[in-house]
């Protein structure tokens, strides 16, 4: 896969996920490592930063900070 193909596919699956689970919100690395099955091997988590990044500009995420941390979830 091209990188460009492995953003598209991180993409997707975060929308699935969020599509069955509304409500939920975690950070980069929970995304990156539950809610997305790679299909090989675990791609680098900025391939995870990148598609949520571009859900960010589509208006479909939003990033909030709790505590010491940033979270990731649907747009509310």
Not at 17 to 41: K, M, N, V
């Amino acid at each position: 896969m091209t990188l460009d193909q492995t953003i598209n596919f991180a993409v997707a699956a975060i929308r699935q996920f969020l599509s069955e689970r509304p409500d939920s919100a975690d950070t980069l690395d929970g995304i990156h490592r539950w809610w997305i099955r790679w299909p090989y091997q675990e791609e680098s988590s900025l391939c995870t930063l990148s598609a949520l990044e571009r859900l960010e500009a589509s208006g479909d995420v939003e990033q909030f900070r709790a505590g010491c941390s940033i979270l990731w979830r649907r747009k509310r």
